[in-house]
C-alpha cells in the first residue's frame, strides 16, 4: 500500500475536511469541519482504509465488527470483507415492530465487538453506543477511529479502560496540509489554538462594495443592474403582485424612481395586453432607470422553458431584462434563456420550502457552471461572482398567515450579504407606495453602507 501520507492526501481531494468558520451540533464554532462520507463512494480507497485501520489491530481478539451508525457503517462493512470478521449492523433506533432489534446480524452473548467510528470528538456518541451494544450482551474492548479531532474523546475512553486505535489525528493532517501549502500560517494558529480550548475569534467577512462586485461579475445584466444601484443609491427591487394593467403601470410610476428593478408576475393580470401593457411599461423602465425582472419560476424541461419563454401570448423574451427559473430541472433546462439574465431561485423565503442546504449545494453547482446565471434568489450567502436577491424584506420581521417569513434589511444585507432585496406586499399593499418605497430605498442603502 501507499504511504499513510498519500492516502491521506488522496482522501483530502474527496473533500473530507475543509477549513473555515463551522458551527458544530454543539453550537462551538469550529475552524475545521470533517466529513468522511464521501469516502464510501470510492471504492479503492474505501478497501485501503480498511486495510489501514485493520493493520493497527490484534484481529484475533475480535468476534464481530460494528460500525457507528450511520458514517462508520461502510467502513466497518469493507474492514469485514477484508478481515473475513462477522458484521453487525447497529441501529440509531431499535424497530418498533417485528423483533424490534437494536443489533443486526449473528452474534451470541459474551462475544468480543471492534467498535468502528469515522470520527471522535467528545466521544459522547461512542459512549452510548458502547453502552447499547454491552446490553446486548457483547464485549467492547477495542475501537478504532479514522480521525481524531483531538477534543478528549479518545483520552476519556481510554479513562474508562477501553483501547482507542486511531488512523490520523487532526494536528497531524493539518501538518501534512501545511507542509504542501493547502493551510496558511494564520488557519494553522487558528487551528491550533481551538484544539488548546480557546475560543476561537473569526474575522468577520466584510460586504462587498457594488464597485468591486462590478469587476467580479460577467454578464451585462449583472453589470448594468449594479450601475443602476450606484447611480441611484438603492439596492430596492419592487415586487407587483398586482391584477390589472392599469394599477402595474401607476405602481412603476410612482415608485420606479426609487427602485433598480421591477418584480412583475405577469401572468396574473385580468387584461393583459402587448401594446397597452408591455409598451408603456417599458417605457416607464427607460424614464426612471430600472430594469423589468419577471418572476415567472420556470420549473420545466428546457424544451418547454424555451417555448415558454419566447412565445404565447406574454412573449416573456421580447420585454424581460431578468427572468427567475428554478434549478430543478438540471443544467440543460437553463440553456434557452437568450438575452435575457436568468436569475435562479436556490431558496424560498415561504415556511415549509423543500429547498433544504442539500438541495442548494446541488443547485449551486448547476449554477455555477451557467454563464447565463447572473443571480440567486436565496436565504444564505453565495458566492462574489454572482448577485443575491433576497426576497421576504419587510421592515416588520413578522410572518403572514400564508407561512411567508420576512426580514429586515439590515438583517439580510448583513447575515446573508444580500446584494438586492425585494419587497412585495410592503410597499404595494401601503397606503402610498412611492412614500414606503422611498423607505424601504433608504433602509436599504443605509443598511448596505454600514455592512462594507
Avoid at 394 to 420: C, M, R, W
Wanted: proline fraction near 3%.
Amino acid at each position: 500500500m501507499e504511504s499513510k501520507r498519500e492516502f491521506f492526501l488522496e482522501c483530502y481531494k474527496l473533500g473530507i475536511i475543509k477549513f473555515g468558520r463551522f458551527t458544530l451540533k454543539s453550537g462551538i464554532e469550529s475552524p475545521f469541519y470533517v466529513d468522511l462520507r464521501p469516502l464510501a463512494s470510492e471504492p479503492k480507497i474505501l478497501k485501503n482504509l480498511a486495510n489501514y485501520l485493520l493493520d493497527m489491530l490484534p484481529l484475533d481478539n475480535f468476534d464481530v465488527i460494528c460500525g457507528v451508525p450511520y458514517a462508520a457503517l461502510p467502513m466497518a462493512t469493507a474492514m469485514s470483507l477484508e478481515s473475513y470478521i462477522p458484521l453487525i449492523i447497529k441501529r440509531k433506533e431499535a424497530k418498533t415492530y417485528g423483533t424490534k432489534k437494536l443489533l443486526e446480524g449473528i452474534y451470541k452473548k459474551g462475544d468480543n465487538c471492534l467498535l468502528v467510528e469515522d470520527v471522535i470528538t467528545s466521544g459522547k456518541s461512542l459512549v452510548e453506543t458502547i453502552e447499547e451494544v454491552e446490553n446486548e450482551g457483547l464485549k467492547v474492548a477495542d475501537i478504532v477511529v479514522v480521525l481524531d479531532r483531538e477534543q478528549g474523546g479518545k483520552e476519556k475512553l481510554e479513562a474508562k479502560g477501553y483501547k482507542v486505535h486511531t488512523l490520523f489525528t487532526i494536528s497531524e493532517v493539518v501538518k501534512i496540509l501545511k507542509e504542501i501549502e493547502c493551510l496558511t500560517d494564520e488557519e494553522v494558529a487558528r487551528i491550533n489554538d481551538f484544539l488548546n480550548g480557546n475560543q476561537v475569534q473569526f474575522q468577520e467577512k466584510k460586504k462587498i462594495s457594488y464597485e468591486n462586485k462590478l469587476e467580479k461579475v460577467e454578464h451585462p445584466m449583472a453589470k448594468r443592474l449594479l450601475e443602476i444601484a450606484i447611480e441611484k443609491n438603492s439596492n430596492l427591487i419592487a415586487s407587483a403582485d398586482i391584477l390589472s394593467t392599469r394599477e402595474l403601470l401607476d405602481f412603476a410610476d410612482m415608485v420606479g424612481p426609487h427602485i433598480v428593478a421591477l418584480k412583475t408576475h405577469i401572468d396574473i393580470l385580468t387584461d393583459f395586453d402587448a401594446d397597452s401593457t408591455i409598451l408603456p411599461l417599458k417605457d416607464l423602465a427607460q424614464k426612471h432607470n430600472f430594469l423589468i425582472m419577471e418572476d415567472r419560476k420556470f420549473a420545466d424541461i428546457g424544451n418547454t422553458q424555451e417555448l415558454q419563454f419566447s412565445y404565447g401570448m406574454y412573449k416573456i423574451s421580447n420585454w424581460a431584462d431578468l427572468v427567475t427559473a428554478q434549478v430543478i430541472g438540471g443544467s440543460a433546462s437553463l440553456d434557452g434563456f437568450h438575452n435575457v439574465g436568468v436569475v435562479a431561485i436556490l431558496g424560498m423565503s415561504s415556511k415549509g420550502t423543500l429547498t433544504d442546504a442539500h438541495y442548494r449545494e446541488e443547485a449551486m453547482k448547476i449554477i455555477e457552471n451557467q454563464s447565463n446565471v447572473m443571480a440567486c434568489v436565496a436565504q444564505n450567502e453565495i458566492p462574489d461572482d454572482l448577485i443575491l436577491m433576497t426576497p421576504g424584506v419587510n421592515l416588520s420581521d413578522a410572518g403572514d398567515s400564508k407561512g411567508q417569513q420576512y426580514n429586515t434589511p439590515e438583517k439580510v444585507i448583513n447575515n446573508y450579504h444580500t446584494d438586492f432585496i425585494i419587497v412585495g406586499r410592503g410597499i404595494y399593499k401601503a397606503e402610498n407606495p412611492e412614500q414606503e418605497a422611498v423607505k424601504y430605498k433608504m433602509a436599504g442603502w443605509e443598511a448596505y453602507k454600514k455592512a462594507l
